[in-house]
């Protein structure tokens, strides 16, 4: 299947710094990647959609000044949270589809877990 | 928008026995339905999916069916495994090209 690699997979900060999470297609190109939050045993939470050449997409309620998100190429997609809080500490992932396949299949990166000191 | 409903929240079975996992949907006009494995601490990984023009789909012990018409969709999971055990997650879609919306997942323990 398609790959979808994402780094940091863990990453410890302290409060008040900001962190940056990279999403990667390896193996095709993905024009929109979507950028999903997981709190321990629940379910995955849509937070923004990231638009290539253009600004990201966010879902009601999540701030786009506190969750940066910059697509600058075919195959990256950032996330930053900024001025990183504790309540901030979730897993975050990513997840793509391979457009050439022509099939609804979302491929999702490894996560990342972030926890804010 | 979409809201998927997903029943039950955790789901105990004895290796070898059956497994059903319910959702349902609210937007008539969605047509994709993924069904997703999510083990602990990993990335969700995909496991079957149907679109709107079959009621049902057979992969080896996985099976998933839809009823378009009550807004409904199922996974079957037949001879459990140990290594079956998970969290699963549905999702609808109206495309294969927008956001899906995910249901709140059930954690399947499959006892020895």
């Known amino acids: 299947g398609a790959v979808v690699s994402q780094h940091p997979s863990w990453v410890i900060c302290k409060s008040g710094t900001s962190v940056k999470i990279e999403c990667r297609s390896l193996?095709?190109?993905?024009?929109?990647m979507f950028w999903y939050r997981q709190f321990p045993k629940q379910s995955l939470m849509l937070m923004a959609t990231?638009?290539?050449?253009?600004?990201?997409?966010?879902e009601q309620g999540v701030e786009k000044d506190k969750f940066l998100i910059n697509h600058a190429s075919l195959t990256l997609s950032t996330l930053t949270v900024t001025s990183a809080h504790p309540e901030d500490s979730s897993f975050y992932i990513c997840?793509?589809?391979?457009?050439?396949?022509?099939?609804?299949?979302?491929?999702f990166g490894e996560g990342s877990r972030l926890t804010v000191l | 928008g979409e809201n998927v409903e997903q029943h039950p929240s955790t789901l105990s079975v004895q290796e070898g026995d059956s497994a059903v996992i319910k959702c349902t949907y609210s937007?008539?006009?969605?047509?994709?339905f993924p069904w997703y494995k999510q083990e602990l601490g990993k990335r969700p990984q995909l496991i079957i999916d149907?679109?709107?023009?079959?009621g049902e789909k057979k992969d080896q012990r996985i099976a998933v069916t839809l009823n378009k018409t009550a807004k409904h969709f199922s996974l079957h999971i037949t001879e459990t495994q140990p290594e079956d055990s998970a969290v699963y997650f549905c999702?609808?879609?109206?495309?294969?090209?927008?956001?899906?919306?995910f249901g709140k997942g059930t954690m399947l323990l499959v006892s020895p």
């Open positions: 997840s793509a589809r391979d457009s050439g396949r022509g099939t609804g299949e979302l491929f």
């Open positions: 193996d095709f190109q993905a024009t929109t």
């Open positions: 990231s638009n290539e050449g253009s600004k990201a997409t966010y």
């Open positions: 937007d008539s006009a969605s047509n994709y």
């Open positions: 149907i679109r709107s023009n079959v």
């Open positions: 999702a609808a879609s109206d495309s294969g090209y927008s956001t899906l919306t």
